[in-house]
């Protein structure tokens, strides 16, 4: 640390601490769970990496959470080494923003905007004030303005859509950790939410949940508008209760649920093939093969729902067969990750070994691994010339002998693949002609805030960083030790 200073710009928050911001992670890496992340403009960002297991952060050598909290960017037009922590750029979050691990970070289709919805505060709680958004070439934060806004929820699944301008996130909830105005009671959100990332428009949309924790949203680009396939999660006893009194189901993996985005209809489709075992916390990402015209919806790691064991393999359901598949295992077990895909590379960020809440979460090299599709194996290099994605020969030839599912849910969802689809003629024309038919006219929801109660916010313009005072010493009794991440 001392050595380094030189490299490292000195920066004055607060009366008592003098905090060094890293430029990057070249001083080494822990943990983080749970990361945003988002490719944009040939840029991985990534947020909620608010220090604490940065080895080198200014206040790990205290026994608080750093106060620092990084916007990261991986340049992804050049090769480079996942493991190198000078990859890693790193710029300050403005300390005015809430600092808010597990979001979602979403970006519009030109690039320009990013949106930062949903979360949870690491320590302390900071009011919900809405979604945030940062112009990528100004390079500034910006409170969203609009007369709706979404609470802020936490543990929900969530996709960017940028080809249709749009994002969504399903299922979650709003506890003390989103907002000041809740007690320790955990409270459900019954819809979907879609924000419309060209004008910031959200509309609320029907679940087929009363309420559901983490799983995972995809978007694949088929029928008029795509679709949504959501897989996994938990389902609660309850959709308002305290915490420790809510029983959760998880989800069958023998069923994906399907948004058919144009017709505003969820269904309720069965998967074939390999069977794969229950999971929360994997990440989800697809990936399209030409020559069969088929999707790939990659599951990477995860962790058994009722233990503490973390899970290294990975599977993919491909579309429309609907039917799972294995693909060699990550070198060890990751959970609480997301993912992003880049050609055939997916990129696996952040999260645990195990399912622990402190250091048995174990440490690894950098935020992000990465697995190559084509050879099925974690590699270490990113190429931005490896797009050259295709399917083993055995699914393949599996694929082109029962294309589709033996049963559908519906012929409405059948009628979104039709026999002898070529990627051509399935893949999604632009500019769509938009006419969603199942949501709730924004009018009805003007004013008011998508997703559950009217939380703690206040106006946009008087509440940034503001908190209750009794509130905040509550949650200080409660502050987790370094290791929470
Ligand atoms: C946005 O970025 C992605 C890659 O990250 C790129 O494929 C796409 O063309 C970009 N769109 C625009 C309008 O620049
Ligand atoms: C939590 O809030 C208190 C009071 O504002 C502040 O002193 C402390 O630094 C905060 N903790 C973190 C980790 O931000
Ligand atoms: C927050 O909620 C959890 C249960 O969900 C509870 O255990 C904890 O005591 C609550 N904390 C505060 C500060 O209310
Ligand atoms: C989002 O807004 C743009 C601009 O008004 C519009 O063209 C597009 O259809 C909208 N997308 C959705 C999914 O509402
Ligand atoms: C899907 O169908 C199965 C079998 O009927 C059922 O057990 C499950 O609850 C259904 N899921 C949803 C979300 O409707
Ligand atoms: C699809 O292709 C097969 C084989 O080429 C052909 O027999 C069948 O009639 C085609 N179906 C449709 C709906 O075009």
Known sequence: MTKLSSLLLPLFIGVHSIIAALVDLSEGFCRSYKFGSNIANNVLYLNGLDGGLIPADGDASTNLASIDDY????????????????????????????????????????????????????????????????????????????????????????????????????????????????????????????????????????????????????????????????????????????????????????????????????????????????????????????????????????????????????????????????????????????????GRQIFGIGGRKARYDDARAGCYTMPAFLYDTKVESIVTTFDPALVDYSIPSATKKDIEDSPFPSTWADPDLESLFPPNATSSNTLLPTPFNYNSKNEIPVGAIVGGVIGGVAADGGTPESSVGQQSKDRKDLKMVTIPNLNFQ
């Open 71 to 342: 916007l990261v960017q991986l340049d992804l037009t050049r090769k480079f080494s996942v493991d190198v922590g000078s990859y890693y750029r790193m710029s300050l979050i403005d300390p005015a923003i809430p600092k808010l691990k597990d979001q979602a970070l979403w970006s519009s289709q030109d690039n320009s905007t990013l949106y930062c919805y949903g979360g949870r505060g690491v320590s302390n709680t900071s009011a919900d004030n809405g979604i945030w958004t940062y112009k990528t070439a100004e390079k500034t934060w910006q409170l969203q303005q609009a007369s709706v806004r979404p609470v802020r929820l936490v543990k929900g699944a969530y996709v960017n859509a940028p080809r249709i301008q749009s994002a969504y996130w399903i299922g979650g909830y709003q506890s003390n950790d989103t907002s000041l105005a809740i007690g320790s009671e955990l409270i459900f959100a019954k819809g979907m939410i879609q924000l419309n990332t060209t004008t910031g428009e959200l509309k609320e949309l029907d679940s087929p949940f009363p309420g559901v924790q983490q799983g995972a949203l995809v978007y694949v680009p088929v029928g008029e508008l795509g679709i949504l396939v959501f897989m996994g999660g938990e389902v609660p006893s309850v959709t308002s209760e305290v915490g420790a009194k809510i029983n959760y189901t998880p989800n069958s993996w023998n069923y994906v649920q399907v948004y058919d985005i144009a017709s505003g209809k969820w269904f309720n489709q069965t998967t074939s093939g390999l069977a794969i075992e229950q999971r929360t916390e994997f990440c989800a990402v697809v990936l399209h093969d030409e020559s069969s015209s088929s999707y790939q919806i990659y599951v990477l790691g995860g962790g058994t729902f009722s233990s503490t064991k973390a899970l290294s393999d990975v599977s993919y359901l491909s579309i429309p067969s609907f039917k799972w598949y294995q693909a060699a295992s990550l070198d060890e077990p990751r959970m609480t990750l997301t993912c992003e895909a880049y």
